[in-house]
């Protein structure tokens, strides 16, 4: 079984930087971030394999976030540059134990998921 707890998050300005982390206990391959507005589906954001890569970004985020792992702590974060109002959502981490043949960003690819995190940015 693998448990994920996250940290960080918060309210910034527009234009800031936040940081969010995620500690992972149990054994996993693939890790990812997430996100989810109310009432929508979660919208991929960033995955890292089990090596510190491969390194995939969802399009619309223009090299503003970056993903690292930490394999020795077992941590993964997810750094948020340049933020703009519409980054605000619940960021969700997520990890796979297994690869179940669906793409990295699928929701579907990852059995377990972080409790959440609320990013506001402000404007």
């Known amino acids: 079984q693998v448990q994920l707890v996250q940290s960080g998050g918060g309210l910034v300005q527009a234009g800031g930087s936040l940081t969010i982390s995620c500690a992972a206990s149990?054994?996993?391959?693939?890790m990812a971030w997430f996100r989810q507005a109310p009432g929508k589906q979660r919208q991929f954001v960033a995955f890292?394999?089990?090596?510190?890569?491969?390194?995939y970004y969802a399009e619309f985020l223009k090299g503003r976030f970056t993903i690292s792992r930490d394999n020795a702590k077992k941590t993964v974060s997810l750094h948020m540059n340049s933020l703009e109002t519409e980054a605000t959502d619940v960021y969700y981490c997520?990890?796979?134990?297994?690869?179940?043949?669906?793409?990295?960003?699928?929701?579907?690819?990852?059995?377990?998921w972080g409790q959440g995190t609320q990013v506001t940015v402000s404007s």
């Open positions: 890292s394999g089990r090596s510190g890569g491969p390194l």
């Open positions: 997520a990890a796979e134990s297994y690869y179940n043949g669906a793409a990295y960003y699928s929701a579907l690819r990852h059995a377990y």
């Open positions: 149990g054994r996993t391959l693939g």
